[in-house]
T-cell receptor, first 110, second 108 residues
Framework: QKEVEQNSGPLSVPEGAIASLNCTYS??????FFWYRQYSGKSPELIMF????GDKEDGRFTAQLNKASQYVSLLIRDSQPSDSATYLC??????????FGKGTKLSVIP | NAGVTQTPKFQVLKTGQSMTLQCAQD?????MYWYRQDPGMGLRLIYY???????DKGEVPNGYNVSRLNKREFSLRLESAAPSQTSVYFC???????FGPGTRLTVT
């Protein structure tokens, strides 16, 4: 069973702080890693994807991948109340299929 | 450029009724997917289509059928709805999986 684990939260951070969201996965053969944001009652929205070990930055978001330790993380700098949402980690372990974690709920406190 | 569209947005069915959920994408993606999302269970893959003309089962295919009508359209059919199929259904397309707005289905 290929698993993707996330802390369900809620993770509360003050406005302007860095939010750190973590995800671990079980399949060492995983190749692609994705982060989605989902507001309550809405569909998941792709934020970033990462394929290689290291960091990938896009605006206030940084994805970090460590394949040896089987974890991927998402950092959100200068967190805003509008970042309050559930963040889903997804891993491509089987061709064409993503396995999703259950998500971490982030709350940014003004 | 509408991205991924789904119809209907909401639906209430009685047990045993059938219905088809429609999905279309205008991003020229080869792959398309159907997920259901339930509280505490996360997103679970029902069926996917790697390319036009092919479909494959995902994690939870029982009670569902799919049709990849053409490159743009991928439909999900419930032949005999059950209360356990009450859920939010999302269609997605592309290897990065861009999601449609979802269909909220209640089976009574």
């Amino acid at each position: 069973q290929k698993e993707v684990e996330q802390n369900s939260g809620p993770l509360s951070v003050p406005e302007g702080a860095i939010a750190s969201l973590n995800c671990t996965y079980s399949d060492r053969g995983s190749q692609s890693f994705f982060w989605y944001r989902q507001y309550s009652g809405k569909s998941p929205e792709l934020i970033m994807f990462i394929y290689s070990n290291g960091d990938k930055e896009d605006g206030r978001f940084t994805a970090q991948l460590n394949k040896a330790s089987q974890y991927v993380s998402l950092l959100i700098r200068d967190s805003q109340p509008s970042d309050s949402a559930t963040y889903l980690c997804a891993v491509n372990a089987i061709s064409y299929q993503l396995t999703f974690g259950k998500g971490t709920k982030l709350s940014v406190i003004p | 450029n509408a991205g991924v569209t789904q119809t209907p947005k909401f639906q209430v069915l009685k047990t045993g009724q059938s219905m088809t959920l429609q999905c279309a994408q205008d991003m020229n993606h080869n792959s398309m997917y159907w997920y259901r999302q339930d509280p505490g269970m996360g997103l679970r893959l029902i069926y996917y289509s790697a390319s036009e003309g092919t479909t494959d089962k995902g994690e939870v295919p029982n009670g569902y059928n799919v049709s990849r009508l053409n490159k743009r359209e991928f439909s999900l059919r419930l032949e005999s709805a059950a209360p356990s199929q009450t859920s939010v259904y999302f269609c997605a397309s592309g290897s990065e999986q861009y999601f449609g707005p979802g269909t909220r289905l209640t089976v009574t």
